[in-house]
Every structure is written in C-alpha cells, then in structure tokens.
C-alpha cells in the first residue's frame, strides 16, 4: 500500500535489477507492443552492484505527469513510457471496477518519476530493462495493480519483461497477436545455482554504436540468417538451455550462452548495412576465454556482449580469483586508477605460468577499465525506509548534495 | 608445344591471375575432392599488377620431383601439390594411350616446378589459388594435356579453379560425388566490363589469423548458419550476381557483394569457436563505404572481405580517383612511406567539403599501408620469352640477382 503525505501524496519506491540474456533478444514481430521473434533467457544481476531506483508519486496537486531520469527531467511523452502509464492504469481500472470501487488514489491523479541507476550509463550497460521493470514494479504499488506485469514492462522495453523476476528467466515469445501470451516466466530462482558468478568487464569504447531498436529493425528487413536463427536455431537452445540451468550444468550452458552471443552478432554483421558491436578488445576477450578454458579441457568460463563492446563473463565462483587475474594481466589496468575490481572482493591469485604461456597474447594496456563482480540476485522489490524516496513530500526531486 | 633443351630438359612458363569472390566458397561437402558446400563467383584481377609466374620443368636426368616457392625450396609431399599431380599425369596418359602414343616427354620423367608471386605475401593475399591454377595450366602445357583443366586445379585449392578463366567465373559447386561436375566457368570476359576497377586496400594486421583449411571445416561442423546460407541463401544469390554481371549492373553487383562479404563473415562469427578476420580498420573501411554511398544516394563503391582483414574494393572507374582521395584523407599515409597507390595510375582529384563532413570519421594514419589499383583481366597464359624462365637449362632455380 502506498503512503499518504500529509499534502495528499502517495508515494512508492522500488528497485529493480539488470538482466543478461543468455538466449538473445534481437527481432520484433510487432513494433508496436514489442512482440519479439524468438524467445530468450535471461540472468537477473545481484543489485547490490547493479540496480534501478525509482519513485512513483501521484497526488491531485500535480499538474500534469513528469519524469526525471538520473537528475534530468525528460519528456514524458516518449510513446513506450506512455504505454505502460496507460497499461498501468487501465490495469488499475479494470481492478477498482472489479474489486475496489472506494480506492482512496483517484487515477485521474497525475504522477511524478523519478528515477536513478547506481552504475555509470558510461558502462554501456543497458539500462533500459531495469529502468522499465522499475517503473512497471513501482506504478504497480501505487496503483494497487496486481497483474501479469511483464506484459506491461515489455511494452516499455522488451528485455524489461525478464527484469521482473529474479533468478533465471525466460521471455516466451507467444503467439497471440495481441502478445499477452508474450512473458516472462521464472526458470529458476536466485538461490537455485549459489555458485554462479557474473563479471562486467567495461571496455572503453571510442563511439556510440548503433541503438538496439532501430538495429533489429534493420535485421529485421535484412538478415536471412537472423530469421533462420528465430525460427529453426533458438527453440531447441532454448530447451537446451533450461535444461541445463535445471541441471546446473556449467559446461553446456556456458557453450551454449557463447554460441548464441555469437549467433546474434553474426546476424548483426549479416544485416544491410552491417551492424558492429564488438570491437577489437571485445575480440580479444573472445579469444582470451576460449584459450583459458581450452587450457584447462574444461569450459570453465563463458562470455556474452549485448548491443555494444563489453563483455559479460560467467563462471563458477571458484574460478573467479584467477580468472580476474588473467585479465588483469593481459589488461594491465592503469596504475594510478581507481579500483579494478568493483562489487564483489576478489581473493588474489598467483596465475601459473603454464596458463600465461598458452593463452599466449600479447597484454594490451588499458583495454579493459574496470571489473564489476556480481552474482544471480532477486527481481524488483520495494524499498520500506522512507528517507529513501527520490521525491521530496512537495513531489519534485530531493535536491542532493 | 615445350620446348627442349640441348640436355633433354623440356620446360615450360606460363602465368596465372588472382581471382576474388564476390559470392565466396566457404566450406566443403568433400575434403578431399575439395568439393564446396555451395557455389561461389569471382572476378579475376589483371595480371599487370598480381600474378603468379611458374615454370615447370621435366628430363629423364630428374632424380625426384622438386619445388621452389618464392625462392625456398618447400616439400613436394604436400598432399594437394601430389593430387594435381597425379591428376595430370592421369590426364596425360589417358591422353597418349587415346592419341599420341609416341608423345617425347615420357611421363615417368621427373618434374621440377619453379613458381614466384609479383605482389609480396605480406599483402595478405591468397596466392594459393593463383599458384595452383598456375602450377595446372603450366603442367598441362608441358604434358600437352587438354582437358577441363579447372577440375585439376580445384583439387590443389579449391578457389584455384575459378583462376583458370580470365574475367568473371563462376565455380559450379556440381553434384557428382566424384567432383567431375565441380567445375569453373566464365559467365563474362575480361573485355566485357571495361570500366570496372579494383582497388586492394592492405591494411596493416598484427595477427595471423585462422586457416582457411581448418576454418572453413569447424565452420562445416559448427555453424548452423553456414548451413542454411549454402542451401538457401546462396543458390538465388548466384543467378542475381550473374544477371548483375551480364547486364552491368553496379549497384546490383556492389551490393550483393558487400551482403555476401558480410554474410560470410557472419558464419565465420557463428562458427564455434568463433573465426575473426576483419578486424578494427577493417569495419573502419565499410562504415566509410556505406557513408560515402549514402552521400551519394547512390551505390558507388563495393567492398569484399576474404580471410584477412584487407578490403577489396570493387568501383567504375569514373569514381576512382575520389574514392583514392577519400581513402588518403581518412587513413593518411606516412609522408616519407613508399607509394601510396600502386598499380594503374589515379588521377588527382580534390575532396568536397560535404563528403568529408557526411562520411565524419576520425581520421586513422597508417590504418592503411597502400592501395594496389587494378582492372578485371584475362585467365593464365604461356610466356613466349625463353629468358624468362625460372629454370635454368641445368633444372634448378636461376640466380636472382
């Protein structure tokens, strides 16, 4: 239930976490409701390292709906935050008319945004998933809406739909044409795989690559492979997949996490005009963990990359300590920078010359700037300390200091 | 007819061309036949500027078969130097035994085969398909055999096949088990075309990268993609090219090109573990490409990648000498470096203002080591000129002063 300021407004916060898809999203169906066309897994992050704050705030005072996204107002007019707005509240009708006829929030009540990432948009991090799963989780509270909410949240943002949930979670594509059978579906909770570890390493990228909507539309029109993949490729990895997770089978889920990444740059480069997102580091990176694993006969680590140069690194929590260090040394950071490693610490480790040797790379400087170290976490949750809030009680930002 | 010498030496110089696929061969149905998963096109470039020269040589006074390779002595065991071989021989007795029964070249004669590049191995392109289509047409000359030569070829590397014919050639990918159907073809003549120019863009790699060989057969075994590519992409593929070629269509060319350079990187990319050969420069060279169409509304300029990071660029010869202009001032040369443009002369040209602005990439000195300017030229041909041959009368290399 949200609270009730003493000048009439009600207000709710919550956090959501980023997710990492191990089966990729990249193709829509319909552009309009975010139908994708093929199904994809994902790994909710810890939040701890990486999360969404927003707070929702609606009151009869409020003139008209705002937003501010990491202390800029922006334009609430942008058609995706309009449709979960409109989702939200027609959810929350549909509800009143149903249930509630007295709810004490009117919603012709105007709402105020505000929300926050505790990581830097410079890591090239995608923060729209967690930013629409936040604020469908949010609105929701204050709404009282109790839902299928990553129906909503896809609307905002596909990939929002699996930052709904914690653990490992699946986006079924569906088949309706009104995608409501198009959501996300828990695998696994987050408790399910304790040892699973999961490393960002930020590559420092020169330019802004191309977006990920216009993107997939682009492949969309122009990539053979990529509907070949959708159709014949993805449903047996999919099944593969959960298998594996099921089973917390490392080897055959990170084979598989490495091949899809692959498969799904391949179609970017199948696309016209071709689409980049890996760089020469990334590359690098590629080659560094099929070398390490190809060192020990075991497939000990895993890499996937989204829509841009970094790398997302799976591994059993064992093999953390040395792998960070293997890429401190074909990375040697800077000196005099800051920490390395953020998140989670990291035991040192001494790297046995006979690995440096096979792996067998000329170290390349600066290449990587920093290691976030997190782990499998829980969905979007509400946050109950007060002081918290983004919004102060007139619902305008809380001025920081 | 070869020519004998006083010591019984018969000896024979022949040349043959580069060829670069505009639908490119990546993978095999049989290893060993060399036989493609699909069929492939490519233009063969002007001799001018790249060729292979071999002189093949027999006496009954040979102890063994020998070869030199630019200068080295290398191993005549190789198994695919001993299919081609074998094969002429085959070839040449099925011949005499037809014809010619008291040819004077005995074929228990030993050979010894002397072969030199014109374009340094550094350029980083294949000269095993100039070098086998060289070493079989010499052979045959030398055997006096007449047959469909490009088969023979085929089986030293399969891309060789296609090195036989001057002009445009397409490789049949055939459907005999026994490779006879797998066989090249001129779709057009060296003269058919003549405003069509190429340019070679060697760019400066640091790596060597994966084998063709052992490349294209993990990506047999592991690319989904590659599958369905060869089974579904490609056959239409090849009928548009064609059309493309025989009505000197540019546009149509440039662009299938450029999707068929993409399309087979993008299973290279699929491939488990995956294969890079374009690498930084390399994307550099295609988003420059794109743009400076784009500022045109008009495809101008085409690029090819093979299994190598240099570009290969395929223009009419009214846009070469901005688009020479337009490479120098995005990839400046060192100005105490060797030539920067090799080959056919380009004209001076000035940049507009409004193509610098709309291609608007950082510039990057040295990305580019030097431009070789070609033309689409005829297949191999003997050379005429006794004192160019590589053998001496004594059958060994002569001494290069």
């Given at each position: 239930?949200p609270?009730?300021?003493?000048?009439n407004?009600?207000?709710?916060?919550?956090?959501?976490?980023?997710?990492?898809?191990?089966?990729?999203?990249?193709?829509?169906?319909?552009?309009?409701l975010?139908?994708p066309?093929?199904?994809?897994?994902s790994?909710?992050?810890h939040?701890?390292?990486l999360?969404?704050?927003?707070?929702?705030?609606c009151?009869?005072?409020?003139?008209?709906d705002?937003?501010?996204?990491?202390?800029?107002?922006?334009?609430?007019n942008?058609?995706?935050?309009q449709s979960?707005?409109?989702?939200i509240?027609?959810?929350?009708r549909?509800?009143r008319?149903d249930?509630?006829p007295?709810?004490?929030?009117?919603?012709?009540?105007r709402?105020?945004?505000?929300?926050?990432?505790?990581?830097?948009t410079?890591?090239?991090?995608a923060?729209?998933?967690?930013?629409y799963?936040?604020?469908?989780?949010?609105l929701?509270r204050?709404?009282s809406?109790d839902?299928?909410?990553?129906?909503?949240?896809?609307?905002g943002?596909?990939?929002?739909?699996r930052?709904?949930?914690?653990?490992?979670v699946?986006?079924k594509?569906?088949e309706?044409?009104?995608?409501?059978?198009?959501?996300?579906?828990?695998?696994a909770?987050?408790?399910?795989?304790?040892?699973?570890?999961?490393?960002v390493?930020?590559?420092?990228?020169?330019?802004?690559?191309?977006?990920?909507?216009s993107?997939?539309?682009?492949?969309?029109?122009?990539?053979?492979?990529?509907k070949h993949?959708?159709?014949?490729?993805?449903?047996a990895r999919?099944?593969?997949?959960?298998?594996?997770?099921?089973?917390?089978?490392?080897a055959?889920?990170?084979e598989?996490?490495?091949?899809?990444?692959?498969?799904?740059?391949?179609?970017c480069?199948d696309?016209?005009?071709p689409?980049?997102y890996?760089?020469?580091?990334?590359?690098?990176?590629?080659?560094?963990?099929?070398?390490y694993?190809q060192?020990?006969r075991?497939?000990?680590?895993a890499?996937?990359?989204d829509?841009?140069?970094?790398?997302?690194?799976?591994?059993l929590q064992?093999?953390v300590?040395?792998?960070?260090?293997?890429?401190?040394h074909?990375f040697p950071?800077?000196?005099?920078?800051?920490e390395?490693?953020?998140g989670?610490?990291?035991?040192s480790?001494?790297?046995?010359?006979?690995?440096?040797?096979?792996?067998?790379?000329?170290?390349?400087p600066r290449?990587i700037?920093?290691?976030i170290?997190?782990?499998?976490?829980?969905?979007?949750?509400?946050?109950?300390?007060?002081?918290?809030?983004l919004?102060?009680?007139?619902?305008l930002?809380?001025?920081?200091?």
């Open positions: 239930m609270e009730t300021s003493s000048q407004v009600s207000m709710v916060t919550c956090t959501a976490p980023v997710n990492i898809a191990v089966i990729k999203y990249w193709g829509k169906r319909d552009e309009e975010i139908l066309i093929n199904s994809s897994l790994v909710t992050l939040q701890d390292q999360k969404t704050t927003t707070t929702v705030a009151s009869r005072n409020f003139q008209e705002r937003i501010w996204l990491n202390g800029k107002e922006e334009d609430i942008q058609p995706r935050l979960c707005l409109r989702e509240r027609r959810l929350a549909k509800r008319n249930e509630d007295n709810a004490e929030i009117t919603l012709s009540h709402v105020h945004i505000c929300s926050v990432n505790n990581f830097p410079a890591a090239g991090l923060s729209s998933a967690a930013g799963a936040c604020l469908v989780y949010s929701s204050l709404f809406v839902a299928e909410l990553s129906v909503v949240a896809r609307q943002s596909g990939s929002a739909c930052s709904m949930y914690g653990g490992f699946q986006w594509m569906g309706r044409k009104d995608g409501k059978d198009s959501v996300a579906e828990q695998v909770p987050e408790t399910h795989w304790p040892e699973l570890r999961v490393l390493l930020v590559v420092s990228a020169d330019r802004k690559p191309v977006g990920s909507t993107g997939m539309q682009t492949s969309v029109q122009t990539s053979e492979l990529l993949r959708a159709d014949h490729v993805v449903p999919m099944d593969d997949m959960i298998r594996a997770i099921q089973g917390q089978d490392f055959t889920f990170a598989l996490t490495m091949k899809d990444s692959n498969q799904f740059h391949a179609t480069l696309t016209f005009p689409i980049f890996l760089n020469d580091i990334s590359r690098r990176v590629i080659n560094l963990v099929h070398r694993n060192h020990y075991e497939t000990r680590v890499y996937t990359f829509a841009g140069p970094n790398a997302v690194i799976y591994l064992d093999h300590a040395e792998f960070v260090q293997t890429v401190r074909f950071p800077e000196s005099n920078g800051g390395f490693v953020k989670l610490s990291v035991l480790a001494s790297l046995p010359d006979e690995l440096i040797r096979a792996i067998s790379m000329e170290p390349t290449g700037s920093y290691i170290n997190t782990k499998v976490g829980p969905g979007p949750s509400a946050v109950d300390d007060q002081t918290l809030h919004l102060g009680a007139d619902g930002p809380k001025k920081t200091t």
